[in-house]
């Protein structure tokens, strides 16, 4: 699957194909009914493509959906026939293996790190209860799976065999004369096995075209006997001796230097060995002139002109980016190997001043088959902030730029502890065009940087984290900026952050991005408004509001968070408090409109619940009213959009607040105010959330008065026209917003 994943053209829109496989593959539940031992069962007869049956039963095992249930599907062979049969790292058992994949004619099975309790033997005796697979069956992966505990399995009766890969499987030396005794076998993968002695292959020494050897932990053969060995196999055309623990064997240096051994080679890698010049390997490579490949990542040789990788010869190596990129593409699946590239492509990608999907594509299929590798994650954190830092990331394609977020996410939650792994992280998600334009859980986001937030006081990276924060919250549905907030952890933080800046007197960035977050999560969810409250919040934002009196972006702020704070109707008796309303009535007269306008709101929720909710003096409240109607009609047009809302219905009644015109105007004036700078967003929503007929009662009211009905006509008026020209409003979301604002990077003013 590696090669379809690096092939993907990343700029251009999934292929339909795939996005129906997609569909279906997540939503099978829909289009099957379930047999009474849970399995599924397609519920129409569907004649799936061949190609396309495999391809779906792929897709289910790389997104961790195939298991004993959805496996089920397979089990028609007329109409979901498979060829090519793909379950990496499924959850399966024995059972539904042999149930569901053994009836079918396989010409492959990939079952590469499939769950402990599907092992090896299961999987031969399931391929040999068919006699047609044990004739038909070319390829078999068997990468990482566990062995039977009781006898050895037998790979004898598999007589059509081809290839097999046995790659980190405990598979000892009488096995192995098993498996060199299959008549057709041409390729085979022994690394990390626990072979001692590779006698038996000489069984194959006619035939066997690639024999893969990396990292053979617990070979007892001496230089001279493997030599002998691997030398009588006349047809051998790829060998691979690779080893990335750095044993000091010098098999690979007497290789070299042997005329005439293994004359049909053209691909050899001895990555990982000592003693490895670029003479010999020259020397090597022009006694054979076929030679396409070379492996010598971490030797020491690569780094001459003749073998840079620039040519038809390709070379994994360290020596420059050709190489370096080959490395992690042969390599994806070599830990050690995929960590040592990913250290020297960092060193590269410090100077890059063009975006290279073509690299990060690399990096990215490193980290998905590595996620609990810490070294990997480390190396791989680090390149994918070099590669999409700053303008980078505007010149990668988003769908890529999604696939890097969510593994950047899967490593922050794999080493919570790890503190440079997360600053990695972090850095690489402080980005403009990540945070707003790509494609990922920003809910799952969210909470792992506040909890990053809550753990460490790194002032450099609490500031990028806050930034995350309330750019994220302003991006979730209402629904998860209430379950965010409503952790009384991430509000006691904020408040913490708020704090420590008051009392310092600091403006800077981290404050205004923690007022903006708090902000978001205290919209539409009463709990966590209730959470502010108790923890003090109204009097550390009455200290913010003295501490910083000419601050007006601060100012605007705070008032949006308590505008939110006063829509809940039963925290009012917590703001009837005379100290903050002349803070309040102060603000009001403020000559900045975005400050003023928040002010106002907040007065018009306190005042909308009539003069029985009122706890204070009513000529108090009256005078309140006075000041709010005349402060409201002074406010000149706005050059810009002052706040971003996601739905109008926290206005509507106070649309309804006939005896106090003043509360009525501001809430008319906002809503005039966001459709006359942003009519196709804010006409349609107005319309699909009822607010046409809201605002003809208000017109039509005869107790409505003349300046609340003004901007009435007005709106009114804006919706006619849009109305006309779009025609059906479009539905959106419930909550409203503070402007977006972009992160502040660490090489950025506030």
Known sequence: MAYNFLNTDESSPASLTDLCLTYVSQNLECFCVKHPDGSFCLREAVLFPQELADQLLAKMAIEGLLNDSTVGVFRNCEYLRLRRACIRTARISAEAFQRALCPHRLLELDAARVNADLTIADILQGLTINKHCQESLQRLVLTGLTMSSLDEPSFSSLQGLRSLSLANVEFYDYGLADVCSLPRLESLDLSNTSVTNLSPLLGL??????????????????????????????????????????????????????????????????????????????????????????????????????????????????????????????????????????????????????????????????????????????????????????????????????????????????????????????????????????????????????????????????????????????KLSTEQTAQLGAELFIVKQLLHIVRQKATQGVVDATLKFTLSALWNLTDESPTTCRHFIENQGLDLFIKVLESFPSESSIQQKVLGLLNNIAEVGELHGELMVQDFLDHIRSLLHSPEVEVSYFAAGILAHLTSRGEDAWTLSLRLRSSLLEQLHSAILKWPPPECEMVAYRSFNPFFPLLECFHTPGVQLWAAWAMQHVCSKNAPRYCSMLLEEGGLQQLEQVQTHPQTHGDVKRLADSILESLERHRARTGQPVLTHTCRRPPPQPPHKENEAP
């Open 205 to 474: 020494r006619e035939r066997l075209r690639s024999l893969t050897l990396h990292q053979l932990k617990r070979l007892e053969m001496s230089t001279a006997q493997l030599l002998g060995v691997i030398g009588q196999l006349d047809v051998l055309q790829h060998l691979d001796i690779s080893d990335d623990k750095q044993f000091t064997s010098d098999v690979a240096r007497q290789l070299l230097g042997q005329p005439g051994i293994l004359p049909a080679l053209i691909s050899l890698d001895v990555s990982g060995r000592k003693q490895v010049t670029d003479a010999a390997v020259k020397a090597f490579v022009e006694e054979r002139p076929g030679m396409t490949f070379v492996g010598l990542l971490a030797t020491d040789a690569g780094f001459s002109d003749f073998l840079s990788g620039e040519g038809n010869l390709k070379v994994t190596g360290e020596a420059n980016e050709t190489q370096i990129c080959e490395a992690l593409r042969r390599y994806s699946e070599r830990e050690g190997f995929v960590r040592e590239a990913l250290y020297h492509l960092f060193s590269l990608t410090h100077v890059m001043e063009k975006p290279r999907p073509d690299i990060l594509k690399l990096v990215v299929w490193g980290m998905k088959n590595h996620p609990a590798t810490l070294n990997v994650q480390l190396a791989a954190s680090a390149c994918v902030f070099n590669l999409t830092k700053q303008d980078l990331a505007a010149g990668m394609p988003v769908r890529l730029l999604g696939t890097v977020t969510q593994l950047l996410l899967e490593a922050m939650r794999t080493f919570p502890n790890h503190q440079q792994l997360q600053k990695n992280c972090l850095l690489s998600l402080c980005s403009d065009r990540i945070l707003q334009e790509v494609p990922f859980n920003r809910f799952e986001a969210a909470k792992l940087v506040m909890q990053w937030l809550c753990n460490h006081e790194d002032q450099n990276m609490q500031r990028m984290a806050v930034a995350i924060i309330s750019i994220l919250a302003a």
